[in-house]
Antibody
Framework: EQLVESGGGLVQPGRSLRLSCTAS????????ISWVRQAPGKGLEWVGF??????????EYAASLKGRISISRDDSQSVAYLQMNALEIEDTGVYFC????????????WGQGTMVAVSS | SYVLTQPPSVSVSPGMTAMITCAGD??????VHWYQQKPGQAPLLVIY???DRPSGIPERFSGSKSRNTAALTISRVEAGDEADYYC???????????FGGGTKLNVL
């Protein structure tokens, strides 16, 4: 079982980027998928999540990013996406996806992360 | 928004006990999770729901909490425990998932 992020890279300010989180696991559709980012040398910052099928696949976003990001999923392909628009230099960092099944269980599996560098 | 406060660093000698705290208003009413992150790696869940350990995490790792403070305790500290540690809670108002600022554990 694993999560693998992809889609990172160097992007200019103001552009858009879509990150993917591809899962190899049973019952992917049951899990909520969160995105967490980490700026260079800084701590973990929650970005947003999408709930699993039993909870309507609805999404929640960090207030500081609301309006610039959206999270979606394709359970048939076991993939979750993070769409980021109007990228800013401050969005630079490693983006991790992680799964959780219930509030009391924590994020029990993480991907290795994908680096996003926003620079002109 | 809900804030979790951790000390920037904690230092401990090998074989001793390290305690990393996480302060938050009425944190005892919330489920607290702890993550270990080594340089260049993804975070690893070491404690969930205050005091439960995932499979594969040594018994040396334990968690506790009081009214406004949660704590991660690492007994018989080893050099391999040197890492950054983050606490996390679910908060229904504002950003639902909140991380503490992280604590660097130095094993001297």
């Amino acid at each position: 079982e694993q999560l693998v992020e992809s889609g990172g890279g160097l992007v200019q300010p103001g552009r858009s980027l879509r990150l993917s989180c591809t899962a190899s696991m049973l019952d992917f559709a049951d899990y909520a998928i969160s995105w967490v980012r980490q700026a260079p040398g800084k701590g973990l910052e929650w970005v947003g999540f999408i709930r699993g099928r039993n909870f309507g696949r609805t999404s929640e976003y960090a207030a500081s990013l609301k309006g610039r990001i959206s999270i979606s999923r394709d359970d048939s392909q076991s993939v979750a996406y993070l769409q980021m628009n109007a990228l800013e230099i401050e969005d630079t960092g490693v983006y991790f996806c992680a799964r959780w099944l219930r509030l009391g269980g924590g994020f029990d599996m993480w991907g290795q992360g994908t680096m996003v560098a926003v620079s002109s | 928004s809900y804030v979790l406060t951790q000390p920037p660093s904690v230092s401990v000698s090998p074989g001793m006990t390290a305690m990393i705290t996480c302060a938050g208003d009425n944190i005892d009413s919330k489920g607290v999770h702890w993550y270990q992150q080594k340089p260049g790696q993804a975070p690893l869940l070491v404690i969930y729901d205050e005091s439960d350990r995932p499979s594969g995490i040594p018994e040396r790792f334990s968690g506790s909490k009081s009214r406004n403070t949660a704590a991660l305790t690492i007994s018989r500290v080893e050099a391999g425990d040197e890492a950054d540690y983050y606490c996390q809670v679910w908060h229904r108002k504002g950003d639902p998932w909140v991380f503490g600022g992280g604590t660097k554990l130095n094993v001297l």
